[in-house]
């Protein structure tokens, strides 16, 4: 009985083709546009919690304008002077998109973040940093495993430690880091005049300054200008609330628009359910009457619902799921919730349909028409 009752519905589902197909799309969409917007939120909400630490502590970042002359090779005077601001655990820095550029098979072809300061470790979430540097750690969901020891900056970096896939990193100047798909390498400061002039300038424009005087701003960035770098500091304590608060309106326009939306889509998703179960309601009742239970007439239902509004938007939302966090978690938090706007459709639609076998009960309503013949009364509810 199950197995009839199981196809059933999909018999139901393929009879009303169209308009499932229709309704199925629609919410795919309504998915899909709930699963983007969610991972921007999460993303830069992450990001702006992810930073308690460098607030607390007063950090200033810099915002880089290039000159407009040929490349950039900082000088050693200047390196050494930022090493030594790191050495005093007042400072740290990090290579993000520019190690070994030329080398694609380095730390087998994965990414690679560089931090430079034992004080990188206020910017890390989920996980310690390994010491004594240099030393490097691979993360849990790495594409590409590797053997040996890393070499960057003229020193041999062994590999110690694996990192969590719960493990990020907090940059100042974009969002959160999943650190579970890196390599970190974490190297001392002295190594910094040893890097490429690539890698250079970009550990000058990623510094973080601690509870830095306004005089050891101006005069970092009045190094930085004469090798022609302009950075325009920023206190973190200061620029942050004002970012929580745009990420916040946004988030309640996502809310409110997929809101309205989602609240259409099932208006007219509801309206196709009872037209449906109007034309299938003769069906239903002579399967009753001839020994089906409601039982197994909600199961019939359940999977017609099931099929047009589960199957399609779940491959959707598990195809965003392979995409890796935060959109994972966003995928999660749509089919969570596309699983609950289900339970409580079918729970609507079965009283409805228990409501209508109570009142024509088991060979249904009769009544007399004028030849004093009975009959089913098919009235909808």
């Known amino acids: 009985m199950i197995r009839t009752e199981v196809s059933g519905g999909f018999r139901t589902a393929w009879r009303h083709r169209w308009s499932a197909a229709s309704v199925a799309l629609m919410i795919t969409a309504i998915c899909t546009i ?29 915002t880089t304008y290039y000159a407009a002359s040929s490349s950039l090779d900082p000088s050693t005077a200047l390196m050494e002077n930022l090493g030594a601001e790191i050495d005093s655990g007042t400072a740290y820095t990090a290579v993000l998109g520019n190690v070994e550029i030329e080398d694609r098979s380095f730390a087998g072809g994965n990414r690679a973040v560089v931090l430079i300061g034992n004080s990188a470790q206020e910017a890390v979430s989920g996980v310690e940093l390994c010491s004594p540097a240099p ?3 691979t993360g849990e969901n790495i594409k590409n495993e590797f053997d040996g020891p890393l070499s960057i900056g003229d020193q041999t970096v062994p590999v110690v430690a694996r990192t969590p896939s719960t493990a990020t990193l907090f940059d100042p100047n974009a969002t959160g880091i999943d650190l579970g798909s890196t390599v970190l390498i974490n190297l001392p400061p002295d190594s910094l005049d040893h890097l490429r002039s690539e890698e250079q300038v970009e550990a000058l424009t990623r510094t973080v300054l601690f509870a830095p005087t306004d005089e050891e701003v101006a005069q970092f960035a009045r190094d930085a200008n004469n090798e022609g770098l302009t950075l325009v500091p920023h206190r973190i304590a200061a620029d942050q609330p004002e970012r ?70 779940t491959c959707a939302v598990l195809f965003f799921s392979l995409a890796g966090p935060p959109i994972t978690t966003a995928a999660a938090a749509a089919e969570a919730a596309l699983i609950v706007i289900y339970v409580v459709l079918l ?7 228990s409501r209508s076998f109570s009142t024509t009960g088991t060979g249904g309503r009769r009544k007399k028409d004028k030849k004093g013949k009975h009959k089913i009364d098919e009235r909808t509810e």
């Open 347 to 353: 729970v609507q639609t079965t009283r409805r349909i």
């Open 135 to 137: 030393c490097a750690m």
């Open 244 to 313: 929580y608060r745009d990420i916040m309106i946004r988030a309640g326009l996502y809310g409110l628009s997929l809101l309205a939306l989602t609240t259409l889509v099932l208006f007219a998703y509801s309206a196709s359910i009872r037209s449906t179960l109007r034309q299938e309601r003769a069906e239903l009742l002579l399967r009753h009457q001839y020994g089906a239970t409601t039982a197994d007439i909600c199961l019939r239902v359940a999977v017609f619902l099931a099929s047009t509004m589960l199957v399609l938007p």
């Open 34 to 62: 709930f699963t983007i917007a969610l991972s921007d939120v999460i993303t830069e909400t992450s990001a702006i919690l992810g930073a308690t630490n460098l607030r607390q502590r007063d950090a200033v970042t810099f």
